[in-house]
């Protein structure tokens, strides 16, 4: 049967409000298509009880901020901003494991959680889980690919309850259901950014001037991909965006050597993101970004694409 993304709206409504019952609510929105559909459903079904917030992790893309609190404004959403960078590098510090970096992200985004529910006595956190979090995320006989910070990375002990209106569909169909909203379509058809930023693109530990590079490396293979698209030169990917490795490799920089970061491109087509293949990125494209990123950001020297599907790789590379 063809997925409805009217009806689902009148089942996740209902689900909202009954599982809330008469409590308040925090609805975390990260820019995302996800949030915002989460947060426009429960906003119909809360109508005096939902707090929005999202929060600053210093690990958002380029300008991330100040499009979300634009996009709240234009979606209705009264948002409340919490800027908690250095509690985020903090503690990161030191962690190498992409499974413990997920797990630490997924700790400090509820403890903040559990502190703004203190302050306006809020039982309820919702969230814009889909099914690919949680299956990716293991349990119940599945194994665990990457424990996705609002799944696998949740603390024990949680002093706040969760409501998840969006579990058991799909990023194509979560779109379907934005659309039906009313959503604008920047943020209906935005490509997916993971929950913990940047963070998975940068291997190995995080550090601010790492995140510093590996955001202004995404920002620009978004210009040039969008760029290329809009031209004709390409098809637009389903996600587009740069990595950072944890190596360095030797380079010239004017006549002198020089020792710099790698910068990995990738960009896939996808469905659902259970499954992709890479795109093909014209030659003339690629030569592009990797001009521009090793004039631009001057801590790399070498950018390299990544032409693996999934599986055997994930979209992201941690």
Same mark, same amino acid.
């Given at each position: ?89 903090? =503690?990161?510090? *030191?962690?190498?494991? $992409? !499974? @413990? ?12 959680? %559990? ?85 998975? =693109?940068?291997? *190995?530990?995080?550090? $601010? !001037? @790492? ?12 210009? %040039? ?94």
């Amino acid at each position: 049967m063809a997925f409805n993304p009217k009806k689902f709206i009148e089942e996740a409504e209902e689900i909202v409000r009954k599982t809330v019952g008469g409590e308040k609510a925090i609805v975390a929105v990260s820019g995302g298509v996800d949030s915002f559909a989460a947060a426009a459903i429960a906003g119909k079904a809360l109508p005096g009880r939902l707090f929005a917030v999202y929060v600053d992790t210093g690990l958002m893309r380029k300008n991330e901020t100040k499009k979300v609190t634009e996009a709240a404004k234009k979606a209705g959403l009264k948002l409340k901003v919490i800027e908690a960078s250095d509690k985020f590098f903090s =503690r990161l510090k *030191g962690a190498e494991d $992409p !499974e @413990k970096k997920r797990k630490i992200i997924g700790e400090t985004f509820i403890r903040i959680f %559990e502190e703004e529910a203190k302050k306006d006595k809020v039982t309820y956190l919702i969230q814009g889980t889909i099914a690919p979090d949680w299956i990716e995320s293991g349990g119940l006989g599945r194994d665990t690919i990457k424990s996705h910070h609002n799944v696998g990375g949740l603390p024990p002990g949680m002093k706040i309850k969760l409501c998840e209106p969006l579990r058991e569909i799909y990023k194509h169909e979560v779109r379907m259901v934005a659309k039906e909203l009313g959503l604008p379509e920047y943020i209906y058809n935005r490509q997916p950014f993971p929950g913990p930023a940047l963070a998975v =693109r940068v291997v *190995g530990e995080i550090t $601010p !001037e @790492k995140v510093k590079i590996v955001r202004e490396a995404c920002s620009v293979v978004e210009e %040039e991909i969008e760029r290329a698209s809009e031209e004709a030169k390409m098809e637009l990917p389903w996600q587009y965006f740069a990595g950072l490795l944890p190596v360095k490799t030797v380079g010239v920089r004017g006549d002198e050597r020089s020792y710099q970061y790698v910068v990995v491109i990738r960009a896939v087509r996808s469905l659902d993101g259970m499954t992709a293949n890479f795109s093909h990125i014209p030659a003339d494209v690629l030569q592009k970004i990797s001009t521009r990123i090793t004039n631009e950001i001057k801590e790399v020297g070498r950018v390299v694409y990544d032409i693996t599907n999934k599986p055997p790789g994930t979209i992201e590379l941690e």
